[in-house]
């Protein structure tokens, strides 16, 4: 078994932008020491960047600062950046090619949000016969309020946790995850 960890999405937009992320710093400090751990061990790592085309979107604007990855994580060793403009990792983007030629067969998800990026790929990745573990506590969400409701970003990640453990993915704490 070849593993690979995804950071998704984890970009300046979340920590300094329009959608902070609760509880980002304990979740950005649990990312950066998966990222550790992976580079220790042998387990490739992909930094993922979720980037709207057009200067003038208001969130994750191309050539924006909010756009750029965090520098903790951009300076952390790495195998590949895959740049993204939809929900999900695989959607028009070279990653399902790169892992197949890497052999790699079991994905280790983390970054952000819960319920949207890292949720879409991992359902994704179970599709294309991925096996998917998601790490609880380096995956991060926001409050969220739309037409269809309200949901504080607790309950929501937890949700979401509850969803992917039910047939998608192995939900694991980061620590559980580095005793594997």
Known sequence: MSKALLVIDVQNEYFTGKLPIFNRDASLKNILKAIEYANTNGIKVILIKHIIPSPEAPVFAVHSYGAE??????EQPHNLIIEKHLPG???????????????????????YM??????????????????????????????LSNKAGT???????????????????DVLTTEAWCQL
């Open 69 to 74: 990855i965090k520098q903790e994580v951009a």
């Open 114 to 143: 819960t319920h949207m990026c890292c949720d879409t790929t991992s359902r994704q990745a179970v599709h294309l016969g991925f096996k998917v573990e998601f790490l609880s506590d380096a995956t991060g969400t926001l409050d």
């Open 89 to 111: 990792s695989f959607t028009g983007t070279p990653l399902e090619e790169w892992l197949r030629s890497n052999q790699i067969d079991t994905l280790t998800i983390c970054g």
């Open 151 to 169: 949901i504080d970003a607790n309950t929501l990640h937890e949700t979401i946790l509850i969803v992917q453990a039910s047939r998608f993915a």
